[in-house]
């Protein structure tokens, strides 16, 4: 049975306003996200603020990891701008790289809520993921991530084409140091480094996002460099 032009329409509106209810919440989420960190970011004030029940927060995610991964995707879409556009500016693969770990820190430090939700879904595993997961949200999460993910790849293969690298497997490294990156950009939130004093004897130091950065900046062009 072929529908009629006006069912077609009322099913189109309807769409438009799920998708328009499903901004609004992601909109909210990552407002609490960034004012009060990942943690203290519950299902109740995320529905108080876009003026719902939790119970239709529901009906639109699958539960908090849906939520909280569909929001990281928006992060992930503005870092693979900072990242692209950090790449355009150089020429060496060696300054593309070091541009390029630069505004993975600049980001990270600008947006730690960032960091904490990266890290929050990187602690369960893919199969976790995708029992609490739709498929579309789990593609949607993917392709955020192999976005940035690519613009690395981009700089280490052109600078294998250029002699300026060697490296086996341009997407294993780039994997490797995006998550070795927000280990580092949590440290440098912390910025306290642990070390001995003395055999057995603990103290503390201190640890700046610049010297963050400048390890991580000598880190990939070391690996890159193998």
Known sequence: MTATPQTDGRRTAAAARRRAREQEILDATRALFDQRGVRDAQ??????????NRAIVY???????????????GYLDELREALTDAAGT???????????????????????????????????????LLD??????VF???RAI?????????????GIEQGAFSVDDPVLLANTLYASGL???????????????????PTVGSISAEQVRDYLVASALALAAR
């Not at 299902?43 to 719902?52: C, N, R, S, T």
């Not at 009906?59 to 995707?73: D, I, N, P, Q, S």
């Not at 609490?132 to 949200?137: F, H, I, K, P, R």
């Open 43 to 52: 299902i109740e004030d995320i529905a108080k603020a876009v003026g719902i």
């Open 140 to 142: 949607r999460l993917g």
């Open 90 to 128: 150089k020429r060496k693969p060696q300054d593309r790289l070091t541009a390029l770990v630069g505004a993975f820190v600049e980001y990270g430090v600008a947006h730690p809520a960032f960091v904490d939700c990266a890290q929050t879904l990187m602690r369960r595993t893919g199969p976790e």
């Open 183 to 201: 280990g580092a950009l949590q440290l440098a939130r912390v910025g306290i480094l642990v070390k001995e004093a003395a055999p057995g004897i």
């Open 132 to 137: 609490e997961m739709s498929e579309g949200a």
């Open 146 to 158: 192999s976005s940035c993910l690519a613009v690395l790849v981009e700089v280490l293969e052109d």
């Open 59 to 73: 009906r639109h995610f699958t539960g908090k990891e849906e939520l909280f991964a569909l929001t990281l995707v």
